[in-house]
């Protein structure tokens, strides 16, 4: 906790202010586009073809899917092969970001805390 002044010299760098967690934030999130969030899946599917040899043997076709669910709706994108290493950069970018936003979460409300104690301190004079 930073509760005077005199901590908040001390532990300066776990004494953030708002600003600070933004800055840092938005510095962080920079290097980490573009992001998207799902899941990518290895699907297996028969075509449509007659007598496809791979569907006849039970091997059928694999294809990449990505998954996701946005204003609750599912939602399923095929992925052709060649892309899925992009996509998977992306996902991971995506992944590095929400941890970041749940890590800026408490931190954030840290600082909001801090201001409002500051603020009313002043207030009351
Ligand atoms: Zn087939």
Redesign the pocket.
Known sequence: MCESAHTCVMTSNKCESTTDVLRSLQSQAVGLWPAILGSLSLRRA??I?EN????LSGE??SSYVLYGKTKGRRFTVYIPEDLVPEVRRCLDNGRALQELLFEAAPRYVKALKEQKAKHSKKVRG
């Open positions: 028969p075509c073809r496809c040899k791979a569907c059928q076709h």
